[in-house]
């Protein structure tokens, strides 16, 4: 059966007009993408790929420099009024007006809209009950979780019923529960209202959702296909390694990738590595049989994800690794002295309770964990613990120092990269690295060692001049990254460091964080994708500001209903400690 082109793109190029005397910027070269009525296509590639440009172009807010594209049967460039009237677009940015409630932020766009009264009490019900925001309407969007703000942002773009939804990254920062309630909308509203949907994303499994997904790389289309026919990219290539006694995923997955020859990728699965071979090569080659003796292999079923990171890697043959050596042979042993202790953490703003009665310790050198659905407290926690926010009651004691009597002491010691990137988008990076140096009490020569230090650390040399607003999303994030280090803390804070980025940059970062804590580094993290959680030595999970599960990987696996990959264990563990609660209430 013939289905309709809701999309239809042919050799469509877009390039910028040359800035500071740099050479023209091609964002997209000769792309063929195609869009079905009624289906998802998803769209899916690293930082610069094209994908938000694509997306702009498809709404009619950029000009084509030359090629074709059709939007619900019309020339976007010549019919831009007529196809915006029939879509709804969500950029990564979506523009919610934070001094309005929830209903009010939604009564504006369905204003804007031109929707009924009548219309609007059915479908707002509909909505407001399928993104969990029913009890939260008259809260002011601003007083929102960042995951909350992403699911008003969906549900006001879906006042109305478009024909097609264009959805820039609309998970990012949201929770696993919260990015599968978002999934099961779109899916029920395709189901149900025949609506076309475009999705850029950076998670694998999103994208294994659609009917269609393309590969982007530079502005080019790398391949497409349905995720199975992806996934057959990387069929018999894949395999499982089970880690050693002691040995954490973060140190084994290192040593896979240490061996380019042989190695595609590598990243933590459900208490093991997941890796990916090249083509042609045999396991006997791997370089951490000869760091760790024979390990136990088993071959997997490949994953859309794999796949992603093979068209990447021969895309992309540069490599920007870490400077600092990490011994793969070592041991997880947790250093006697504590870094990080908390007792009975108490936060309160008025009657609401953020923070109930949290207590753990984070050991010197250790990656420890912080998880939770959004509004779970995690924020609140990192910011008691940084001195940025006195807790209500209970002891926090950080790098030996008391946090209510010694913050100031305290933070000297401490490096913090906030959720959203804490840098001066009209400065350098070189003037971003030298103001925050200086705010360390860092100048003079030291200064000047401890900025090429960190820029080589994160890739960062040859961009010194360019201004921290115009670099992308990856590299924002090294920025912020070689800021938080550039006093060389004790302690490094990460507030989900790597929250829209794509996979690429997410293996580089962790490779970084591996480096960072095999040198002495303290890491607390908090991190929205459950895979990256396999890389930390221990773990808390965090709802409503109670702690309701602590422990290794392995030991969060187990209480996970033995779940098979951490995704599906936070699940588990966060409806099982929500349904207690119902019980007792």
């Avoid at 879906?158 to 999934?183: I, Q």
């Avoid at 502005?219 to 290539?237: D, F, I, M, N, Y």
Wanted: net charge neutral.
């Amino acid at each position: 059966m013939n289905r309709k082109f809701i999309i239809k793109a042919t050799g469509l190029s877009k390039s910028f007009a040359a800035k500071q005397g740099r050479e023209i910027t091609q964002a997209l070269a000769k792309v063929d993408i195609e869009a079905c009525e009624g289906s998802m296509t998803a769209i899916i590639g690293p930082d610069g790929a094209g994908k938000t440009t694509f997306m702009r172009l498809v709404c009619g807010l950029l000009s084509r420099t030359e090629g074709e594209l059709e939007v619900l049967g019309l020339d976007v460039q010549k019919n831009s009024q007529r196809v915006q009237e029939q879509l709804g677009y969500m950029p990564q940015r979506f523009g919610l007006y934070e001094d309005l409630s929830v209903r009010e932020n939604m009564d504006l766009y369905a204003d804007l809209h031109g929707i009924s009264k009548e219309l609007r009490e059915q479908r707002f019900a509909k909505l407001l009950a399928m993104a969990g925001l029913t009890p939260f309407q008259e809260r002011l969007a601003g007083k929102l979780s960042g995951g909350m703000k992403q699911k008003l942002g969906l549900v006001c773009t879906l006042v109305r019923s478009p024909k097609l939804l264009l959805l820039d990254e609309p998970t990012v920062g949201v929770d696993p529960l919260s990015r599968r309630d978002l999934w099961q909308i779109l899916q029920q509203l395709v189901a149900e209202e025949k609506l076309t949907v475009l999705v850029s994303t950076a998670y694998m499994e999103e994208a294994e959702l659609c009917e269609h997904v393309y590969v982007l790389h530079k502005g080019r289309v790398l391949a497409h296909g349905t995720p199975e026919e992806l996934r057959q990219l990387t069929s018999g290539q894949c395999y499982k390694m089970q880690l050693p006694e002691g040995k954490p995923a973060r140190l084994l997955g290192a040593a896979l990738l240490e061996d380019r020859e042989h190695v595609v990728d590598a990243v933590p699965d459900g208490g093991a590595v997941r890796f990916v071979l090249k083509q042609g090569a045999q396991l006997e080659q791997l370089l951490a049989y000869r760091y760790l003796g024979h390990l136990h292999t088993q071959r997997v079923p490949s994953r859309l994800e794999d796949s992603f990171m093979l068209l990447l890697h021969e895309a992309e043959q540069e490599n920007q690794g870490v400077s600092i050596a990490v011994d793969y042979q070592q041991g997880v042993k947790l250093h006697t002295e504590k870094d990080i202790e908390v007792k009975n953490l108490l936060r309160k703003f008025g009657d609401f309770i953020a923070v109930n009665r949290t207590s753990f310790d984070v050991h010197r050198g250790e990656i420890f964990g912080l998880l939770g659905p959004n509004g779970a407290g995690k924020t609140t926690t990192f910011r008691m613990l940084c001195g940025l926010l006195p807790a209500s009651d209970g002891e926090a004691q950080v790098a030996g120092m008391n946090m209510r009597t010694a913050r100031t002491q305290a933070r000297a010691n401490l490096g913090y990269v906030a959720q959203k990137f804490s840098l001066y988008s009209d400065l350098s990076v070189d003037e971003n690295l030298r103001f925050f140096g200086g705010a360390y009490g860092l100048f003079g020569k030291k200064l000047a060692e401890r900025m090429e230090s960190v820029k080589g650390l994160f890739g960062l040399t040859h961009l010194s001049d360019v201004q921290a607003g115009s670099l992308p999303g990856g590299y924002k994030q090294r920025l912020s990254m070689a800021v938080g280090l550039i006093h060389g803390p004790r302690i490094l804070f990460l507030d989900e460091p790597t929250s829209g980025i794509d996979p690429l940059a997410r293996r580089e970062f962790w490779r970084q964080i591996t480096a960072l804590a095999a040198s002495g580094t303290t890491i607390i993290i908090t991190t929205h994708f459950m895979d990256e959680a396999e890389y930390c030595d221990r773990m808390m999970i965090q709802d409503a500001g109670t702690c309701i599960a602590i422990g290794t990987p392995r030991e969060i696996l187990r209480q996970g209903k033995d779940a098979s990959t951490m995704n599906d264990a936070f699940i588990a563990i966060v409806e099982q400690g929500r349904s207690k609660e119902a019980q007792h209430a």
